[in-house]
């Protein structure tokens, strides 16, 4: 897997060949967020998957930048991939509040788009109050690990089997080298704004136990559906908020499909 920075200091890992697709992760994530997906994807696209600003490998930005100005430093990081030309745009939670603002800003740029589990449609989650804060930084390690577990299961994966040694070690590296506070877009209207806006054809992919929709995921599919009837719209069984990473296989099948 190949690494660079983008414009705007936007980390980047790249693998596979073909029609150019951009991923973004979700909040308090990084390009692993899409670990599961990415050797699959690459096998049909060449596959750039971004460090959003304030996350990962890539540059910070202040912490009260405008979301629009936000999104602007992402664009340019998209518009140095697509080289003029189009590219198509899978994005996660956090990530799909800026991928609905950048489609509708880069219609040319942007093929097809992909949200998975979007952000920006209102306050759809009920799981603050039982979030648990990571303990300082001299606290046992098995207690930090269980906090990550507890957090896990309250807001990301939906089965108890998902969670095992290596999803916690990705999620304890993710929460490690997260500096921006992502809920100020996806607690926002910013994606429903976008939405009747956006020419761009899309697909709505939801894991149908999304942890982070309340009372159901219909919370954040009815938007959808009520904002952009075109969008197709996918349930994917069994699986939580992070559905590309706890519903790997079925996810590739359907972006493959969609892309292609």
């Known amino acids: 897997m190949k690494e660079t920075i983008l414009s705007g200091g936007v980390a980047c890992r790249i693998e596979g060949s073909g029609p150019r697709l951009v991923l973004f992760h979700g909040g308090g994530g990084s390009w692993t967020h899409w670990i599961r997906n990415i050797p699959e994807l690459g096998k049909h696209f060449t596959v750039f998957a971004l460090d959003l600003p304030g996350f990962g490998d890539s540059s910070d930005v202040p912490p009260d930048i405008d979301p629009h100005e936000y999104v602007g430093i992402v664009g340019g990081a998209v518009d140095e991939i697509a080289r003029g030309g189009q590219i198509d745009l899978a994005a996660f939670s956090f990530g799909g509040v800026n991928a609905a603002m950048l489609a509708v800003r880069m219609p040319q740029t942007i093929r097809k788009l992909a949200l998975l589990a979007p952000g920006g449609l209102g306050r759809v989650s009920n799981a603050g109050s039982q979030y648990r804060k990571m303990p300082p930084g001299d606290a046992p390690e098995a207690d930090k690990r269980e906090v990550l577990r507890h957090n896990l299961a309250l807001m990301m994966l939906a089965r108890p089997e998902s969670i095992d040694e290596a999803t916690v070690d990705i999620q304890r590296d993710n929460v490690a080298r997260t500096r921006f506070n992502s809920r100020r877009f996806t607690g926002s209207t910013l994606t429903r704004e976008a ?59 359907l972006l493959i499909e969609f892309f292609r």
């Open 195 to 253: 939405l009747p806006n956006l020419r761009t054809p899309t697909i709505g992919i939801f894991g149908a136990l999304d942890n982070l929709s309340h009372p159901s995921v219909y919370a954040r599919v009815d938007p959808c559906r009520s904002l952009k009837p075109d969008m197709r719209i996918e349930l994917v069984p069994g699986a939580g908020h992070w559905v590309q990473y706890e519903a790997a296989e079925a996810v590739n099948r």
